[in-house]
């Protein structure tokens, strides 16, 4: 028997209190009947006594106090689920929003999910190629991780999230293949570029979009990326799919959860966002990753936009220790027109040590790798000297150091958005640019590696 | 038992009533799942809870019994090898048991109950007992032999003692003690918000070695003593603190991952059992015990990770070992704290954190020393801790780093910058320290060499002016340096990258023995010191930079362990006929 209330006693922002209710529990979902019959979410954020804190997760325009009821529905938020949902558009809220039939559920999943044990945990170590230098030589992505990208406005992160989703695969595997896409309060342009790019490419047909726009209700992208993660897991874990989720923008769902802290007058931390963001975000993020008894697994990019360009920002910030590295871009390099402007030397995959070398790369991936980020490091410092000091300056040694830096991000970085480079491409291509030094300079590479790769350096 | 009912459930706190008779800190029951919480406020009959599961689907009402006893953990054979949660529930037996995620409401011992374990006594009936003397011993793994100690508070005579196999709980001792007969099991518990009993505090002396160049030679820490590791993300603080718990010359690591990503702790758990410990040549993982709360579960059970781990510990310093914990990371732990702090509504301090959390930490850091266990034999166990940082926006002046940095003694101070041109590990010369390093230097003379301290001093002072010569050329340019100042910047650059530098993935550099660390920086200052008296008869600087014996110096880490005394020798003699070539041109 589910009961109604009509002791609303108070609105305030996403915020609702209701008096003199019984038996309702802590999280649990709860509808709002207005007057026109139509019907809106919220979830109990605290109990007290007999009355009860709610979360609206739409707005609240034309919520009246003396007529309009709540009912509790005796469960948390859930998401039905079932292999149907590929090819198809969902709200934010998971109500499907293309046309199409209702799914037919395979199952009920609460979509805040349960912690993975960490015994239980895979090790993700299966390299994915995605075709972008950057990523694959330099900061590898391999199944399971979850590796962020940070943008800022007005640069072109969706082009190369959409490329990474259109190129990524596993050499030599042709397995199922899923994309998991949410839309957090980014702008319908952005969210149509994904889609079209989707459908152009044929693989609209295995991925699953959850679609919440700027105009929709703030509130409502608190459950957004938890609707995706529930149907991921659902693909990865009980399907056996390899799901990649995209979520974009992770800022925006920060500024919803800051906006019902506020509203609960919440001790804020940094910059008023709440004390327990970084929870919250590890919430989310931990859900990617590989399980025994599992053959799916879970690939993570979370898009976000850093306020101010700024990395220390609590969002980029919080997000950085949670997630296995991330992919920084700057707007230095989209300026002078290398794309994607990816900034090499602070992005970072903390997975690619078990993903690469023999047998899964190449022998020579580590080192070279290291020689480049090192090499292009102190051909940035070259360069920036003689800013300063002119060319003249420079010792010679560092003179090549800048141009290596130079044609470093001429060829290396620099990639067309439909040019997929196999990861021995990619190598090469670092080969071919650390020809430049003389085998001194070469710290990093062991000798017999530069004997196979540099016979001429022998000498 | 006391039962009470709920009157509030905020997140992580939950508020019941009719809870008069129960104590602060007692563990509760809490509803029909049976969640574990602990009571940390009273307020007349209202008892403020944090509660170690996610409290969704609790309500008004539902029943809270209190348990009636502490917070603790169970300490006996069988903690070695496994891996815990925050409150000590074993990871390995619930996904056995559970599956592959963690619901709510489980409920399973920490120590695994049916298993059979050797005991052998090294007392005989009759014999006089006081706390902390050992009765018997149970060889756990083949590092370590598992000590039973008569519990604190009892002295008296052995009744009854015998060999045999027993599981955890039955009785294998009896003593005739002052108060009454008393059974020894195989375990005991222990509350883990109250320090372990010892005699005597005493003063470090001896350094904990780790293997780790930057480490060991520059900001040694002792066995007994405190440190910490703060930076940004992506600075390598894990790595670190990966080390140091697989090379570290202690008995025993306990490793917290508190509020960390699970594939780390999934990382420890796959990697450990198959890396040698270089004294012992036994798996590392035998000797290392596991807590893994990782940021997805539940927020107080975090706060209760750090206790659970020193506790345990501790009971193996009164063994008489020296134990090292390992926290990654503190500032998860304070984060918790302040959440639950926010959810009592309390007034914070800084940032938001309560204004108790520098008495906290200190507490926790001031758990860690060298001791005299009880017991009569009067053995000497140490616990040294390191505690990983994660500061905001890598900002050291944010409350926790500040508020640990008052406390430890040794800084290892980890910078972005040096991440991004990959040097490894990333801990900053200049800016980081060691409290340690006066008290250490007579070991260090006495076990590597009598100019060791010298060496380290000499390389630190090259540095030092590297960083001022720095200032001079990014304002004039390299060639207004004296060729002297040329050849400072040239060893300087050596030091940072030959010796500094190191490889946590290279089988022969990601651990470097004492001696091999103190001649691998003569061998530095050796090419610095010739070249120098080169220069003073005239050769050319460029010449000496460019020599191609640098670039075997460069290399002259990853030397193996058997053959590197011969390599540098090798080197040093290239390095002579080679000055002597220049000199001749």
Redesign the interface.
């Known amino acids: 028997m589910i009961k109604e209330y009509k002791t609303i006693e108070e609105v305030a922002g996403p915020l609702m209190l209701v008096r003199g209710v ?7 979902l709860g509808e709002i009947v207005l007057a026109d019959g139509s019907r809106r979410r919220c979830r109990v ?6 009355d009860v804190l709610v979360q609206l997760f739409e707005s609240s325009a034309g919520i009246n106090l003396s007529t309009d009821k709540v009912r509790f529905l005796g469960h ?1 938020a859930t998401l039905g689920v079932s292999e149907e949902m590929l090819g198809r558009v969902f709200s934010g809220m998971g109500v499907p929003i293309d046309g199409g039939p209702e799914i037919i559920p395979d199952k009920l999943l609460d979509i ?13 170590s299966e390299f994915i190629q995605t075709g972008i230098s950057t990523i694959d030589g330099l900061n590898t992505l391999v199944r ?1 991780q979850k590796l962020p990208i940070f943008s800022a406005s007005g640069l072109p992160h969706a082009a190369l999230a959409a490329q990474i989703a259109r190129q990524a695969r596993v050499r030599g595997s042709d397995e199922n293949f899923a994309v998991v896409f949410a839309a957090i309060g980014i702008t319908f342009e952005e969210a149509d570029f994904f889609i079209e790019d989707f459908a152009k490419t044929g693989a609209l047909d295995h991925t699953v979009l959850f679609i919440n726009l700027a105009s929709d209700a703030a509130i409502e992208r608190i459950s957004t990326p938890r609707m995706a993660l529930t149907a991921a897991e659902y693909l990865a ?1 009980e399907k056996d799919m390899h799901v990649l989720v995209i979520l974009t923008d992770i800022t925006n769902y920060a500024e919803a959860l800051r906006e019902v802290s506020s509203a609960r007058k ?5 910059r008023g966002y709440p ?2 963001l ?2 919250d975000l ?2 989310m ?3 990617a ?1 590989r ?4 053959e799916g697994s879970i690939t993570m990019i979370p898009i976000l936009t850093m306020p101010e360009d700024d ?4 969002i980029p ?2 997000t ?3 997630t ?3 992919i920084i871009l700057s707007r230095e390099l989209y300026r002078k027109g290398v794309l994607p402007p990816v900034d090499v ?2 992005s ?1 995959s ?2 690619k ?2 993903g690469i070398g023999a047998g899964k790369t190449r022998e020579d991936h ?1 080192g070279t790798m ?1 020689q480049l ?2 090499c292009y ?2 051909g940035k410092e070259a360069k920036e ?1 003689m800013v ?2 002119g060319e003249a ?3 010679p040694i560092d003179r090549i150091y800048a141009k290596f830096a130079d044609e470093f991000e001429r060829r290396y970085v620099s990639q067309k958005s439909d040019e997929n480079r196999t990861i021995e491409q990619t190598l090469d291509l670092g080969w071919e640019l650390l020809k430049l030094f003389p ?2 300079e070469l ?2 590479i062991s ?1 017999e590696l530069l004997d196979r790769y540099l016979p001429e350096s022998r000498s | 038992m006391t039962e009470g009912s ?6 992580p706190l939950v508020v019941a009533g009719g809870m008069r008779e129960a104590n602060l800190f007692d563990v509760v029951r809490i509803g029909e799942a049976g969640l574990i919480g602990e009571i940390i406020e009273m307020h007349g009959d209202k008892a403020s809870i944090q509660v170690y599961e ?8 539902d029943r809270v019994v209190s348990t009636g006893e502490p917070l603790s953990v169970e300490l006996g054979p069988g903690l070695l090898t496994n ?1 815990f949660d925050g409150i000590q529930r074993p ?2 037996a ?2 056995g048991k559970y ?6 409401g489980i409920s399973e011992p920490a120590l695994n109950r049916e298993k059979l374990w050797h005991f052998v006594p090294c007392v005989k009936r009759g014999d006089a007992v006081v706390s902390g003397d050992i009765v018997g011993i149970v060889e756990e793994t083949e590092l370590v032999l598992h000590k039973i100690m008569v519990p604190a508070g009892v002295s008296g005579t052995i009744e009854e003692i015998a060999e045999g196999d027993f599981t955890v709980e039955q009785t294998v001792c009896r003593i005739a003690s002052e108060s009454g007969p008393r059974a020894l099991s195989l375990m005991s518990k222990w509350p883990v918000r109250r320090a372990r009993a010892y005699a005597k505090k005493l003063a470090p002396e001896e350094p904990m070695i780790t293997g780790q160049r930057v480490i060991d030679s520059m900001f040694p820490i002792a066995k007994g003593g405190t440190a910490c590791v703060p930076g ?3 600075s390598g603080k894990t790595v670190v603190q990966h080390q140091l718990a697989k090379w570290s010359n202690v008995d025993l690591v306990v490793y917290i ?1 508190c ?1 960390e ?3 780390e ?3 420890v ?2 990697e450990f059992p198959e890396l040698r410990d270089p004294h012992t040549g036994h798996s590392i993982m035998k000797r290392t015990v596991l807590i ?1 709360n ?6 107080a059970a975090r706060e209760a990770s750090i206790y659970t781990g020193i506790t345990i510990a501790e009971y193996f310093r009164d063994m008489g070992y020296s134990v090292a914990v390992i926290a990654d990371s503190s500032s ?1 732990w304070a ?2 704290l ?2 639950m702090s ?1 959810r009592l509504e309390e007034m ?1 301090g800084e ?2 954190y309560p204004a108790y959390l520098t008495s906290r930490l200190a507490q926790f850091y001031e758990r860690a020393g060298r001791v005299i266990c009880l017991g009569t034999d009067k053995r000497e166990g140490t616990l040294s801790a390191i505690g990983a940082v ?1 500061p ?4 050291l002046s944010e409350p926790v780093t500040q508020a640990t940095l008052r406390i430890v003694k040794v800084f290892w101070g980890l910078e ?1 910058g040096l ?5 490894f590990p990333a801990i900053h010369w200049l800016n980081s320290y060691s409290l340690y390093k006066d008290r250490l230097e007579p070991w260090f003379r006495e076990h590597v060499g009598r100019g060791f301290s010298e060496a380290v001093a000499e390389a630190m002072r090259l540095l030092q002016e590297e960083s001022e010569l720095d200032e001079i ?7 207004a340096l004296s060729p002297r100042e040329r050849l400072t910047l040239e060893a300087a650059r050596s030091v940072r ?1 030959d010796f500094l530098q190191q490889n946590a ?1 290279d089988p022969y550099d990601s651990y470097t023995p004492l001696d091999k660390q103190y001649r691998l920086l003569c061998l530095i200052l050796s090419y610095y010191a010739k070249s120098l008296a080169a220069v003073e008869k005239g050769a050319d600087v460029q010449a000496l930079a ?1 020599m ?1 014996v ?2 075997r110096i ?2 002259a880490k990853s030397a193996s362990d058997d053959t590197y005394r011969s390599d540098f020798e090798a080197i040093e003699k290239e390095l002579d006929d080679e000055i002597e070539t220049i000199l001749q041109a």
């Open positions: 019984a038996g309702v529990k802590y999280d649990e954020l605290e109990v007290n006594g007999n948390g805040g999910g349960t912690p993975i044990n960490p015994a239980a945990r895979k090790y993700p399971g874990f919440e001790v804020p931390g940094r004390g327990y970084y929870t590890a919430s993020y931990e859900r990753g399980k025994a008894g599992s990395k220390t920002h609590p910030d919080l950085g220790y949670i296995e590295g991330q030397l602070p970072l903390r997975l040590d078990k580590a290291n980020f090192s490091a102190r000297l300063v000091l300056a420079l010792t085998r001194s710290k990093r000798p | 709920i009157i509030k459930v905020s997140g996610e409290t969704a689907g609790l309500g008004f009402g891996i990871l390995e619930i996904f599956g592959s995620n963690i619901t709510r940004p993300f992506g991952g509020g990503r699970g594939n702790m999934t990382d758990l796959r893994a990782t940021s997805d579960m539940p927020v998860r984060e918790a302040r959440e926010g914070p940032e938001g994660s905001q926006g890598g900002d972005a991440a991004y041109r990959r040097h050329v990014k304002l004039v340019g390299a060639d990258e993935f460019d191609k640098r670039e460069g290399r």
